[in-house]
């Protein structure tokens, strides 16, 4: 194949690949809830997330006293500046160790 018609060939085929290219401008990338902090208080698991966006709440793996038995409970979700997250064990049970979900929109 010639040089000339390589060229074409190939110009035709990069400009309907643009043709149908969506061009997205640059945008900054999701935040997701930031400067977390948390306890825990007596039976209870506290998370309070102050920066970013979205929302977060707080989750615990509570065990029964005197058993193996594990059972993960969860704090309602709550939007970024709005306070605590609070997951909590019965009172027959101890938190053996707690952590947060975050979500970028609303659950």
Do not use: F
């Given at each position: ?31 997701a809830p930031s400067n977390c902090s ?51 064990c019965q009172s027959s049970e101890e ?13």
């Amino acid at each position: 194949m010639k040089t000339g018609v390589r060229k074409a060939l190939k110009a035709a085929v990069i400009g309907g690949l643009m043709a149908g290219a969506v061009i997205v401008p640059a945008t900054t990338a999701h935040a997701a809830p930031s400067n977390c902090s948390d306890k825990y208080v007596l039976h209870e698991y506290w998370v309070n997330c102050t920066s970013g966006t979205g929302y977060y709440r707080a989750k615990v793996r509570c065990y029964k006293i005197g058993s193996s038995q594990y059972t993960t409970r969860y704090g309602v979700w709550r939007k970024v500046g709005e306070g605590l997250s609070i997951a909590s064990c019965q009172s027959s049970e101890e938190p053996a160790s707690g952590t947060w979900v975050l979500s970028n929109t609303k659950p």
